[in-house]
């Protein structure tokens, strides 16, 4: 019988879909605005509990957003940090093809250099390589794990002038923001913020 040689993917690419948008979703061109001014800092928060519409609000801004965007739906595997690594090149490859390819063969091969060195190695691909892109993470919450945690900062801190994060969770940030609000390079959006106003309430 003839054989059938298959590369296994172990990326998950439905969690690299940014969600369409539902027949009646509410337009909330407040909130867009918003976003498209604080777009150029390092990263944007939208944090408030479930129901509040963060994922359908950053749908509708990447379905006009100029800047390609990349998406990642986190859950509880990427609190692994070759995983959550592992995701972030897969999302960025959605727009540049094979940036990363070394980095993410490495991640899958035992005794490889440690999951910061090879951050930091895709930071510098992604310095040298692209162009301005945002890279959404959605469900933040998720995110527990302090060696990711620190990933996130070490990225932050170290953050190509071409990309910007937007980030949506149901609760605060698991890393201290204090340098990055310090610096004005953190934007929040909060349960105030997402709350329908009148009008929108009357539209829904």
């Given amino acids: 019988s003839e054989t059938i040689n298959m590369s296994i993917d172990p990326i998950l690419r439905t969690k690299l879909f940014i969600p369409p948008l539902r027949e009646g979703t509410v337009s ?58 592992s995701y972030l090149i897969a999302s960025v490859q959605s727009e540049y093809k094979n940036l990363g390819d070394t980095i993410l063969n490495a991640l899958r091969t035992p005794g490889s250099p440690s999951v910061k060195g090879l951050l930091n190695a895709w930071i510098n ?11 959404i993470l959605d469900d933040f919450h998720h995110i527990q794990n302090q060696t990711v945690a620190d990933l996130i900062c070490y990225l932050t801190e170290n953050q190509p002038r071409q990309l910007h994060l937007l980030l949506a969770s149901r609760a605060e940030l698991p890393f201290s923001c204090s340098r990055l609000r310090a610096q004005g390079d953190l934007v929040d959006l909060g349960i105030a913020d997402l709350r329908f106003t009148l009008d929108e309430s009357t539209e829904y």
Avoid: Y
């Fill in 125 to 135: 691909e992604v310095a040298e390589h692209a162009k301005d892109f945002v890279l």
């Fill in 28 to 85: 909330r061109p407040r909130l867009i605005e918003r976003i498209n001014q604080n777009i150029d800092n390092k990263a944007l928060l939208i944090s408030a509990p479930a129901g509040f519409g963060k994922s359908t609000l950053l749908a509708e801004w990447s379905a006009q957003s100029t800047a390609p965007v990349c998406w990642v739906s986190l859950d509880k595997t990427e609190n692994d940090p070759i995983n959550f690594l």
